[in-house]
């Protein structure tokens, strides 16, 4: 595991980096935003990040970063923050979010399941992309599309969807999702399943109207299925395909309206 560092906090990092060390990884310490060809070079896997550290460019630095490096695992722990700029920091890119103070033990276990994620998702890049009704999701770009345009999905949705297709018609529990995607266990009340499930199923229909590709088994899951509305002609398999031409990045860039992250 190579591990780099933007933070701070000497006495976090300090106690951070020796038991990274006792777990064999390797690190860099950063006590300002690198480069991007800099960052790249390092090859490093994650990236644990104090946002306060970075002002009001910190979101520009997340998409950024999320942009040059879609493998890379990035992991925000920082200070006082609010609903909404922990909600901005993972829409921009941020595979999770922890607050200070915390135990550096939680912080490297939380890194482990980041990574553990995009390997998987760097694994499946080869198998081409999976095509299901008029939907193909291309790992290789993270991102979903129907008949030619991006169905503009963030990288956890993405993750969601995927992880459903892949089941191919098997009905996957809340718990197995979020153990695959979050990468630990899920919190008893936890609906962020649910709500990542509604918003790619949003997306879809949006993108893919005469289509259903997400069913909801009531307390249990959900499986995806793809199968044409009534009144159209009946739905295809899933299946591979030629990779398709890469479509423009179209996300709305973040705006300005959050306010600057408080210092711990």
């Known amino acids: 595991m190579r591990l780099a560092i933007l933070d701070s906090d000497s006495g976090f990092v300090r106690v951070l980096i020796k038991r990274a060390g006792d777990l064999g990884w390797q690190y860099r310490r950063l006590e300002a935003a690198p480069r991007m060809e800099d960052l790249v070079a390092m090859r490093v896997n994650a990236l644990v990040v104090d946002l306060a550290l970075l002002g009001p460019g910190a979101w520009e630095f997340l998409e950024r ?18 609903v909404s700029q922990r909600v901005r920091g993972l829409r921009a890119g941020a595979d999770d979010w922890v607050t200070k103070p915390c135990h550096p033990e939680e912080v490297l276990a939380r890194v482990e399941a980041v990574v553990r994620r995009r390997k998987r998702a760097s694994a499946r890049v080869e198998t081409g992309p999976l095509v299901a009704g008029e939907l193909e999701i291309r790992a290789d770009q993270f991102q979903a599309f129907a008949r ?31 153990q695959a995607v979050w990468g630990y266990t899920m919190a008893h009340g936890d609906r962020s399943v649910d709500v990542f499930v509604r918003k790619v199923r949003q997306k879809l229909e949006k993108a893919s109207p005469t289509w259903g590709y997400i069913h909801t088994h009531f307390g249990v899951g959900y499986r995806f299925e793809p199968e044409q509305r009534e009144g159209t002609a009946a739905g295809t398999t899933l299946d591979t395909a030629a990779p398709a031409p890469v479509a423009p990045d179209d996300r709305t860039p973040l705006d300005d309206e959050s306010a600057t992250l408080l210092a711990p």
């Open 148 to 178: 030619g345009s991006s169905v503009d999905l963030t990288r956890r949705e993405f993750e969601v969807l995927q992880l459903l297709a892949q089941a191919k018609g098997k009905v996957l529990q809340r718990e197995e999702i979020y």
């Open 65 to 82: 970063v999320a942009g040059a490096l879609p493998g890379l695992g990035i992991m925000v722990c920082t200070g006082r923050s609010t």
